[in-house]
């Protein structure tokens, strides 16, 4: 039999979808249709989920996932889990605002959800070849952000809904980062992203947006405080259930130091990042009117409009979006600056929008954060020297379902292009050999169950998963004061208030990891997935009363030994047997509306109802971002070409 020819390509090739909402099955058929017409014969090294993945094992999970009880289903997840099927793609992912809160609490600092599916926590920087890879799980609730990840089992109404909302701790954690990152993700937009991109054109299809972006609330803060930080090529979200793009560009100077101290020791453990970038333009480039119908082919566009894109100039002839500074402010307007603070704090958040900036401007250079305690210069800022990109190229994705833009094709290549050769693929790229399927039934046992899951080869694969050394550094720094209750005990140290206090922990952590992990050659995350909780069984009920048990996962156990500190998320039989006790009495005082999320979003869509009528066919795209200066891309049963970025 001829074998099939092999390709050769340079970078990474990924597949982003927006919202899983636990359709793998078509998440993954869609992979690989657009695969197909792409002509990637070996499909993509790595998909990667933007929340609300839904990680359900079986029917007491849902108890726990913040979605009505109308509309709750187990999913096709749990045939992953239980060995049933197998990913055909290495998938990775970060939690939403709705998920199976039960199993994602056992993986606080990561893990495999499922063999080749693996969880990047509440927030975590991982390894995958050439790139490193950022992300931040939850949405915004400023109410919650300060306090510690309280909730255990048994959830009441209001832990369903906290569990979900970004904390301080997980931020100010990527905010120690002080090398380039090549992915961010989150799943809330960053605040003020909109601003980047074509704003008209998302209120014309989000209509309910527009006075949300105005009121400075759409989006999150805390992934702006990380975006703003780290800075990196990519960043990807979903969330708001519509594919939207946008341009990022900091000025060359923009809120960066003067030249690195410290560095916290990271130089010891970390790679060399690139040279300082040369894009000292801080105008993103004019929007097209609508970034889902333009045709636009990389391969053919000529040297002159590709020089403008880059140095973030408008091709000739393109529109440009430009209001009358009159017309948006009065000659007579007042100044903010001459209104006394008694009377500012009743005024609306969008009072204070840098009026002339937006009234010249298509996108602001420097967007005013106009809710209260938002302000320029915020957390992570300064930015280090050594992280060095100045433009990074937004990407909002739907959620899987007909007619929505919900996947994208791309290959990605490192900030740094010495990564390439740093971390070289395993082996020319093929495609995985089918893995035979286990069915359980509902006599299986834990030891059937692990026994037919055996470990992934990673040879299968071009570039394996590894812990990132500043990462584990962090970590280790920060585990002391990682509280799992409110109030914390009194025990418990203060997680000390600035940057300057940190930096001597996370050195020292740092030399530690350095020694023990890194020159050891422990970095390559394990495959060392073990299911917990009994899998679904088809057939059986999907509406249950009864909340999951709580397990240990020996994943965390693991983790926390390679970075030597203790398994907060270990618990006993007797304690865990008199928490379970609670659970009628928790069940009676449930009176959660089932509405969450973030501020000014429409419930129903926040609930899982479609408000806008489906469009189109297929909702499954392929595009390929070679280089990261534009696309080439299609729909399923009907090609067609569409810009991302530009």
Known sequence: ???????????????????????????????????????????????????????????????????????????????????????????????????????????????????????????NVIRFGPLRIAGLSGIWAGHDYHLPHRERIPFSGKDVKSFYHVREFEVRKLLQLKTQIDVGLSHDWPRDIERWGDEKWLFTKKPYFQKESLDGRLGSPAATYVMDRLRPPYWFSAHMHVKFTAVRKYGKDEGREAKDEDDAGETEIVAATTEECNEPAQQPPAPAENPDEIDLNMEEIDAGADENFKSGQAEPGSEQTTMSASAEQPQNATDPSTIPDSVKSQLPASFFRDINTAATSSSPSHPAHPEKGFQYPHPGQPVPSKITNDTVRFLALSKCLPGNHYLQLMTILPHNPSQLEEYPPFHPPKTTAPIPAFSPSPNTTQSDLAAAHAPANPGEYRYALQYDPEWLSICRAFHPYISLSDPPPSSLPTLPSSDEELAPLVKDAGKWIKENVVDKQNLDIPQNFKVTASPYVEGTPQIVQDQPEEYTNLQTTEFCELIGVDDLWDATEDERKLRKGMERQVNAMQQSSWRGGRGGRDEAEEEGVEVEGVEGVEGVEETEVEDAEGVVGGKQGALAKETCWG
Request: glycine letters at 14%; proline letters at 3%.
């Open 1 to 123: 039999m001829a074998q099939a020819k092999l390709e050769e390509y340079q970078g990474v090739r990924v597949a982003v979808e927006g919202c899983g909402h636990g359709t793998l099955d078509e998440i993954y058929e869609g992979v690989a249709t657009a695969c197909q017409q792409r002509g990637w014969s070996s499909g993509v090294d790595l998909l990667i989920i933007g929340g609300d993945f839904q990680a359900v094992r079986n029917a007491s999970d849902l108890t726990v996932m913040s979605c009505p009880p109308k509309y709750r289903q187990v999913g096709g997840f749990h045939k992953y889990y239980s060995g049933a099927k197998v990913a055909p793609y290495l998938t990775i992912f970060i939690a939403g605002n709705h998920e199976a809160a039960s199993h994602l609490r056992e993986l606080y600092y990561g893990g495999w959800v499922a063999p080749n599916i693996y969880y990047l926590g509440f927030s």
